[in-house]
């Protein structure tokens, strides 16, 4: 009887192939970003930069000549016979600018999340959601 185990080579379950992950760059924060339009242009407007293949930083004004450059990370984010095939480039941003953007995020949730507060918004309307009247007795 012959092992099968011993002669086919080593499985890698679907549920554990790890497609999109990148290779993390200290001091910079990395995603993927679908290649619509006017998207990459955003995030590069945002700060985000473009990731390479051969790891060369294309915002780098010596990596002019195509040679050095290489080619922009990209991945195929969908494969389906009824939709257009949707790929995705990598992109980072410098820690810094990321932690900026969350922290104004964060800020513009908790004025929204304080604008929420029953008590204030019963001041300001005392028909607003969340206050019962009795209006028949």
């Given amino acids: 009887m012959v092992d099968r185990a011993k002669n086919r080579p080593e499985r890698k379950p679907l549920h554990r192939r790890r497609l999109l992950e990148a290779k993390p760059k200290k001091?910079?924060?990395r995603?993927?970003?679908?290649?619509?339009i006017g998207a990459v242009e955003a995030y590069e407007e945002a700060g985000y930069s473009?990731?390479?293949e051969n790891g060369a930083d294309i915002s780098d004004k010596r990596a002019q000549e195509s040679s050095q450059?290489?080619?922009v990370t990209r991945r195929v984010v969908n494969?389906?016979?009824?939709?257009r095939t949707q790929t995705a480039v990598l992109m980072e941003?410098?820690?810094?600018f990321y932690k900026e953007d969350q922290a104004e995020k964060q800020r513009n949730l908790d004025?929204?999340?304080a604008s929420w507060n029953p008590e204030e918004?019963?001041?300001?309307?005392?028909?607003?959601?969340g206050h019962t009247q009795k209006k028949y007795s």
């Fill in 27 to 29: 001091g910079f924060i």
């Fill in 69 to 71: 450059m290489g080619s």
């Fill in 93 to 96: 941003i410098p820690e810094e």
């Fill in 50 to 52: 473009l990731v390479l």
């Fill in 79 to 83: 494969k389906s016979s009824s939709a």
């Fill in 121 to 129: 918004m019963k001041k300001k309307d005392p028909t607003a959601y």
């Fill in 31 to 36: 995603r993927w970003v679908n290649e619509d």
């Fill in 111 to 113: 004025e929204l999340e």
